[in-house]
């Protein structure tokens, strides 16, 4: 499981399943070491064995690191079936694309971010 840190779970729950598609597997409420509440949030892509851990930022360390999961590169891929379609479906709902689509040996790919800006490889 990969952990993305981000601002708020609600905003982040929604731009996971309403635009990137993925499961809302788990969203239950748990508590920091310390004692203090906090939510147990994990999504992943339909189909897929690896899980996304939706967590909110705790204290300034941590809320320095919202966007710069990777620490600047590309840190996360998201392969999908129908390039052409979900680029289309992502770019409607307002994603931002950083580089534009483009064909490699590998296939189709651009890169977008997510709700906290981090980089994302959508591939195809």
């Given amino acids: 499981m ?4 981000s601002d708020d779970y609600d905003p982040a729950i929604a731009f ?5 598609g993925f499961d809302l597997v788990e969203d239950s409420p748990s ?3 310390d004692g203090r509440p906090k939510r ?6 339909p189909g897929a064995q690896t899980a996304i851990l ?3 930022a705790d204290g ?7 966007g710069d999961q990777a620490a600047g590169p590309v840190g996360f891929f998201l392969r999908v079936d129908d390039f052409d379609a ?3 479906r992502m770019v409607d ?4 694309f950083v580089r534009e689509p483009r064909t490699e040996p590998y296939g189709r790919v651009a890169v977008f971010l997510d709700i906290a800006g981090n980089r994302w490889d959508l591939l195809g």
């Fill in 31 to 33: 508590l920091t070491n």
């Fill in 40 to 45: 147990w949030v994990v999504v992943r892509p």
């Fill in 86 to 88: 979900s680029y289309a």
């Fill in 60 to 66: 300034e360390h941590q809320r320095a690191a919202v």
């Fill in 54 to 56: 939706l967590a909110r």
């Fill in 93 to 96: 709902a307002g994603v931002t």
């Fill in 16 to 20: 996971f399943t309403d635009v990137l």
């Fill in 2 to 5: 990969l952990t993305a840190p």
